[in-house]
Every structure is written in structure tokens, then in C-alpha cells.
């Protein structure tokens, strides 16, 4: 009697909440990433990367098995790529329908639209998401990315972080050339969660900034107030920087206007990728990373895994980029479990109906 108690009053309980889960992102329960490619950028280290018949680094489509990618732009990506064409130009209605939970815009050669920036600010402010914008170098046509790019996160008005208009360079810690900066996924110690981002390295967590640009930070988000150095002792709120240089990079300017934060000369350790969680009210947050580099596409992007004989974390180091972000957007929505936790009224509840199951009849 009591046994058969016990199971009436789980079933009573979970026809009632449910089972407590983790909700799935999308229809096959993966995350869904969507790469922009209609502002001039390039796919590559989405598909794997080759010299003479020879893999250098497996792509991002073959790794990367626990997401979904989809993609904006051309539709000629989509018989070359094998993923989802999802729109020429990014759209709320886009973003919304195929349950992207990361939009990745990797150095654009050409502006994005109005439209198109309020679409993503929509997006970020329903909580949960996670943006990736990455700039350039002001080497050539880099300096007109960093505008584009600062451009658009003005016109954002979420994130107080920048592309200054600066190059890193290193003398030291370089495939070949300083301009082929060897940096690392060597967060502040302040960064939450801090282990899911240096976990696995085979190479201490070196990635390559082929040319990289230089994150700083501004007083306003929408770009009106002085620019700073993104230093741990000046910073924003919930500013984090993830990716660095080394103590031997220095400053560069190859283009006008020179830089607003950083000085030409300036040797130290400098943001490489900078990460601001966008605390939203009665919301889970939402994730913006600003770059000098890019994950993907690009001259050569992080995702790299060798670059001139030089052994690299480039594919670990995005991985966990993207899972740290994740873990970040988890909040006021989302427990341990992953979901909103009917846990606690189907417990109270639960303490009320076994013992009342429980009462033999008199």
C-alpha cells in the first residue's frame, strides 16, 4: 500500500510540473551559432583548413558537433558549406525563428545597416544571447573595420567596449613576423567561472591575432564619452578581458586617425578579446565580445590550430569562449539545472499529498 503510494504521488507530481530540464535550444537540442557573412567577410575555418593536400586545422563544421551553425549572406554558402542559409541581411525575425543563441561578426569590410543593429539589440535584450563582433588592425583596409565594427556597437548602445584604432605587434611571441602575434586565453582572475575557459590546453592557450586590433573601453555605450585602456584596475562593470598579448607587444599606428586610448611605442600586455555581460532586468544576461581578431575568416582567424610550424590552441580556445558565454547568459531564468526550477512548488506540494496518500482508511 504505502509502495503504491509513493508512485501515485510521483505521478500526481509530475503531471503536475513537470520534469524539471534543461530547455533545448534548438529542435535537435544543439545550440545554434549563425555566422554572418553579408558585410564582406570570409568563411574561413568554418571548413577545414589545408596546404598541399595536408589538414592544418580541422574546421569548425567537423568540431564543433554539439552546435548547429547556420549562416547570413550569400546563398551561395550554403551548397558550399553545408549549413543553413538563413537570410541575406540579419533580422530579428531571422535570429528569433532559428533559435540562435550566438551571432558571430567577424571583421566586416562593409557597414552593417540600421536596421540590422537594431534587429541584434532586440535580440540581446530579450536576454540570453550571446553577440561576438570582431575588429581588425588599422593596417590597410583593417582601419575601415574598426570603423565599421565601433560604428555599429555605438549604434548598439549596449556594451561600453571598443576597437581602438591601434595594431598590436610582438617582437617575442610571434609565428615569424611581430605582426603575426602569438597571444593567450589567459583570462583576469576576476572572470567568473574562470576554468571552463583554460581547460584542455595542449599549448598553454596560444592562439594566433594575425594583425589584431586593440580593445578599450568608452564612458558611454553609445560612444560619446572619453575612451580609456582596458586595464584590471580601470574597467567597466562586468568587463573581462579573455584573450591578451604578451608583455613584450607593443602599440603600432599604420593609418590615421591615431588612436584615442593606446600610444604608438606602448609595450605591455593588451586586449586581445574583451568580454562585457549585459546585466538586463527580470532577464537572463545577454553576452557581448568585442575582438581585435577574429574567431573565423579573416587573413587567418583564431580558429587556427598551426600557423608557420608554430602548434596553437586555436580550436580549444574558441570552444571555450562560446561555453563560458553560454554559462554566462544563464540567470534569473535558469538554475543548476538549467531551467526554471518548478522543483520548489512541486515540493511543497508533494510534502502535502504523500502523507495524505500515506493515511490508511479507517
Excluded at 50 to 61: A, C, H, Q
Excluded at 200 to 217: S, T
Aim: glycine letters at 10%; aromatic letters at 8%; a negative charge.
Amino acid at each position: 500500500m504505502r509502495k503504491a503510494a509513493i508512485i501515485l504521488a510521483a505521478v500526481v507530481l509530475l503531471s503536475l510540473f513537470g520534469t524539471v530540464a534543461t530547455p533545448k535550444v534548438s529542435a535537435e537540442g544543439e545550440v545554434v551559432i549563425a555566422v554572418d557573412l553579408a558585410h564582406g567577410e570570409n568563411p574561413k575555418g568554418l571548413t577545414d583548413v589545408t596546404y598541399k593536400n595536408k589538414t592544418l586545422t580541422e574546421g569548425m563544421l567537423k568540431v564543433l558537433t554539439d552546435y548547429t551553425l547556420v549562416y547570413f549572406g550569400d546563398a551561395k554558402y550554403e551548397a558550399d558549406l553545408g549549413i543553413k542559409h538563413i537570410g541575406d541581411n540579419i533580422t530579428y525575425d531571422a535570429l528569433k525563428a532559428n533559435n540562435v543563441k550566438i551571432l558571430i561578426i567577424g571583421q566586416p569590410s562593409s557597414p552593417l545597416y540600421p536596421d540590422e543593429a537594431e534587429a541584434i539589440k532586440k535580440w540581446l535584450e530579450e536576454g540570453g544571447h550571446v553577440l561576438w563582433i570582431a575588429g581588425d588592425s588599422d593596417y590597410g583596409n583593417g582601419a575601415k573595420t574598426q570603423q565599421f565594427v565601433d560604428s555599429f556597437i555605438d549604434q548598439l548602445g549596449l556594451t561600453n567596449l571598443r576597437v581602438d584604432q591601434a595594431s598590436v605587434e610582438d617582437p617575442v611571441s610571434n609565428a615569424g613576423a611581430p605582426y603575426r602575434v602569438i597571444a593567450y586565453l589567459d583570462p583576469w582572475n576576476d572572470t567568473p567561472k574562470r576554468d571552463i575557459l583554460v581547460q584542455g590546453f595542449e599549448n598553454d592557450g596560444a592562439v594566433l591575432a594575425h594583425g589584431p586590433g586593440v580593445v578599450a573601453w568608452v564612458d558611454g555605450v553609445d560612444g560619446s564619452g572619453d575612451w580609456h585602456k582596458l586595464t584590471p584596475g580601470e574597467k567597466p562593470e562586468n568587463t573581462y578581458v579573455l584573450i591578451h598579448s604578451t608583455g613584450d607587444s607593443v602599440i603600432k599606428e599604420n593609418t590615421d586617425p591615431a588612436a584615442n586610448a593606446y600610444t604608438a611605442g606602448e609595450q605591455g600586455e593588451f586586449p586581445i578579446a574583451a568580454a562585457q555581460i549585459i546585466k538586463l532586468e527580470g532577464k537572463n544576461p545577454s553576452v557581448i565580445i568585442v575582438s581585435g581578431e577574429t574567431p573565423i575568416g579573416g587573413y587567418e582567424p583564431m580558429w587556427s590550430s598551426v600557423y608557420y610550424d608554430r602548434q596553437l590552441d586555436g580550436p580549444k580556445v574558441v570552444s571555450n569562449i562560446f561555453k563560458w558565454s553560454i554559462e554566462m547568459t544563464k540567470g534569473v531564468e535558469e538554475n543548476a539545472g538549467g531551467s526554471k526550477s518548478t522543483c520548489g512548488p512541486a515540493f511543497l506540494v508533494g510534502l502535502a499529498v504523500v502523507p495524505l496518500l500515506l493515511r490508511r482508511r479507517k
